[in-house]
């Protein structure tokens, strides 16, 4: 089994009871995940961007959380992530391969 990283983008909920309400989706979605899930992650809730020439403000789409997962393929990690409830709420998931170390 290879490990895939996703990175979910798009708005962070407006408001506490959104939030909490967000929070129950996923871990209904985590349960679902079973074994497949090796780290739940968490959101994010700011960002910095570190180049040689510095640090500055994060630069592209707003990246707002990451979970990581175990799948046999790229594919089938895919349709892991295309099974995320935030992808119903103006969220997109990106899928990360990661290379055995």
């Known amino acids: 089994m290879k490990k895939y990283l996703f990175v ?11 939030r909490a309400a967000g929070m129950a989706l996923m871990a209904e979605w985590y349960r679902s995940l079973g074994s ?7 959101p ?5 961007t570190v180049s040689d020439d510095g640090v500055g403000d994060a630069i592209g789409p707003n990246a707002t959380g990451y979970n990581l997962v175990q799948a046999d393929s790229l594919a089938a990690a895919t349709e892991l992530a ?5 992808l119903k709420h103006g969220r997109k998931v990106t899928v990360f391969e990661t290379l055995p170390m």
Request: glycine content about 14%.
């Open 82 to 86: 295309g099974l995320c409830p935030l």
């Open 36 to 42: 497949a899930l090796v780290d739940p992650g968490a």
């Open 44 to 48: 994010f809730t700011g960002a910095r």
């Open 8 to 18: 979910v983008y798009g708005p962070s909920a407006d408001s506490e009871q959104d």
